[in-house]
């Protein structure tokens, strides 16, 4: 299988986003001890859409395999 960056993997989302958008994983506790909120963000904004799991997930899962 061809190898592919996550950056490629997720062109369309990362494009939408202003170029000094860093990604966080933020872990809040909430009623639900596995609800996570996934926040990205610059030095003015930050950003909660949902879709943005789809793009720290796998980064997150890599992470975790080595």
Same mark, same amino acid.
Not at 26 to 36: R, V
Not at 49 to 56: A, E, L, R, S, T
């Given at each position: 299988?061809?190898?592919?960056? =996550?950056?490629?993997?997720?062109?369309?989302?990362? /494009?939408?986003? +202003?170029? %000094?958008?860093?990604?966080?994983?933020?872990?809040?506790?909430?009623?639900?001890?596995?609800?996570? =909120?996934?926040?990205?963000?610059?030095?003015?904004? /930050?950003?909660? +859409?949902? %879709?943005?799991?789809?793009?720290?997930?796998?980064?997150?899962?890599?992470?975790?395999?080595?």
């Amino acid at each position: 299988m061809e190898s592919k960056s =996550i950056k490629d993997l997720y062109d369309k989302d990362f /494009d939408k986003l +202003p170029t %000094n958008v860093q990604f966080l994983k933020i872990e809040e506790k909430l009623k639900d001890d596995h609800l996570k =909120i996934i926040k990205a963000s610059n030095n003015t904004s /930050d950003y909660y +859409p949902q %879709n943005f799991y789809k793009i720290i997930s796998p980064i997150i899962n890599l992470k975790n395999e080595f």
